[in-house]
């Protein structure tokens, strides 16, 4: 069984910045993509950003230069850095982790920007 679960998160002001971490448990080898979604509400779920087992990362267009994702192999883990906030972030972020033949979901972690 593959359990994911992404600690953090939380309010944050405009122009601040927030790490969100993310890390695999349990029959997770080999993991493939790691990666980021999210969901505003009233919209649907939306990859934010994710990163290969080769360490080939992508982005969604208005994630370029304002978001960062990067991992540790040696611990299951993805981090994305998100900078100068917008209340246009606000969402539920969740992060994914392929393995095993299929993609395992965390359970989401709110986001909310305000002034």
């Known amino acids: 069984q593959v359990q994911v679960v992404e600690p953090g998160g939380g309010p944050a002001l405009i122009g601040e910045s927030r790490r969100l971490s993310c890390r695999a448990f349990?029959?997770?080898?080999?993991?493939?993509?790691m990666g980021w979604f999210r969901q505003r509400s009233g919209e649907t779920r939306q990859l934010v950003a994710d990163i290969g087992s080769d360490g080939l990362m992508n982005y969604v267009l208005y994630a370029k230069g304002r978001f960062s994702i990067s991992r540790d192999a040696s611990a299951n883990a993805v981090y994305l850095e998100m900078n100068n906030l917008t209340p246009e972030d606000t969402a539920v972020y969740y992060c994914t982790a392929d393995c095993r033949g299929g993609r395992y979901w965390g359970p989401g972690t709110q986001v909310t920007v305000s002034l």
């Open positions: 349990g029959n997770t080898f080999p993991i493939g993509t």
